[in-house]
C-alpha cells in the first residue's frame, strides 16, 4: 500500500509542478509540460514493479502513437479561448481530441497499427 501512495504522489507531484511553473512563465510552464514526465514515471513504475521489458517497450510505443493525435488539441485551444469560454472551449478540445483519435486510428491500421 506504501508503494502505490509514493506513486500517487510522485506523479501527483509532477501535475503540481507544471501547474506552479505555468503561473509564473507561460513558456517555462509549457516546456515541462511538454515533456513526458508522466510517461517517464510509468516506464519507472513498470521497471521497478520488474515488469516484462515487451510490457514497458509496447507502453512507450503505444504512447507515442496516442500522443499524435492530441496535438490538434494544442492549436485548438488558444484559437477557441477567447470565442467560447474556458469551458466550452475544453469541451470543444475534448471532442477535436476524440474525432481525431478516431481519425488517425483509422488511418494507421492500414500501417498494421491497432489503436483501438
Given at each position: 500500500?506504501?508503494?502505490?501512495?509514493?506513486k500517487?504522489?510522485?506523479?501527483?507531484?509532477?501535475?503540481?509542478?507544471?501547474?506552479?511553473?505555468?503561473?509564473?512563465?507561460?513558456?517555462?510552464?509549457?516546456?515541462?509540460?511538454?515533456?513526458?514526465?508522466?510517461?517517464?514515471?510509468?516506464?519507472?513504475?513498470?521497471?521497478?514493479?520488474?515488469q516484462p521489458?515487451?510490457?514497458?517497450?509496447?507502453?512507450?510505443?503505444?504512447?507515442?502513437?496516442?500522443?499524435?493525435?492530441t496535438?490538434?488539441?494544442?492549436?485548438?485551444?488558444?484559437v477557441?479561448?477567447?470565442?467560447?469560454g474556458?469551458?466550452?472551449?475544453?469541451?470543444?478540445?475534448?471532442?477535436?481530441?476524440?474525432?481525431?483519435?478516431?481519425l488517425?486510428?483509422?488511418?494507421v491500421?492500414?500501417?498494421?497499427?491497432e489503436l483501438?
Amino acid at each position: 500500500m506504501a508503494w502505490i501512495i509514493t506513486k500517487y504522489l510522485a506523479t501527483a507531484a509532477v501535475v503540481v509542478l507544471v501547474s506552479e511553473l505555468a503561473k509564473r512563465s507561460d513558456k517555462l510552464g509549457g516546456l515541462v509540460a511538454a515533456l513526458p514526465l508522466v510517461t517517464i514515471l510509468a516506464l519507472v513504475w513498470l521497471h521497478i514493479e520488474n515488469q516484462p521489458e515487451s510490457k514497458v517497450a509496447n507502453h512507450a510505443w503505444y504512447t507515442f502513437w496516442y500522443v499524435v493525435p492530441t496535438l490538434p488539441m494544442f492549436l485548438a485551444f488558444p484559437v477557441l479561448l477567447p470565442r467560447l469560454g474556458f469551458w466550452l472551449t475544453l469541451l470543444a478540445s475534448l471532442v477535436i481530441t476524440v474525432v481525431c483519435f478516431g481519425l488517425f486510428a483509422l488511418a494507421v491500421r492500414r500501417l498494421g497499427i491497432e489503436l483501438l
